[in-house]
């Protein structure tokens, strides 16, 4: 699975995590290591969305993100409304078209971590 955040002139770096995520694991591999620290960094950026998958909804992730003053409001439930949704979309869309053509998942992650 691929993990990142935009904003309106800004992005974290792309988050490449194995297997199936679970709260505790997106709260290790990108809330604790790249969440927090990017909006440190960026004190100007005080609001990241969300989609509404179940490790972003957990009460463990949301109880980390209010004890770290992060404010991640839920989308509707229209992915349309989502700009990351659309950075996915332009990043799968540029990868289908990789001359030459992904042969395996070690391609597909060193290309996507370029594109990013």
Request: aromatic share 8%; hydrophobic share 40%; glycine share 4%.
């Amino acid at each position: 699975m691929a993990w990142a955040e935009i904003s309106a002139d800004n992005k974290t770096s792309l988050v490449i995590i194995e297997g199936i995520l679970t709260a505790q694991g997106h709260i290790d591999n990108a809330v604790r290591f790249h969440v927090i620290p990017f909006l440190s960094d960026h004190p100007g950026i005080t609001t990241l969305q969300k989609d509404n998958a179940c490790p972003h909804a957990a009460g463990v992730t949301t109880e980390l993100l209010q004890a770290e003053n992060v404010d991640m409001p839920w989308p509707t439930f229209s992915p349309d409304s989502n700009p990351t949704e659309h950075a996915w979309v332009y990043l799968t869309r540029y990868l289908s078209l990789h001359d030459p053509k992904l042969q395996n998942k070690r391609q597909l992650i060193q290309a996507t971590k370029e594109e990013w």
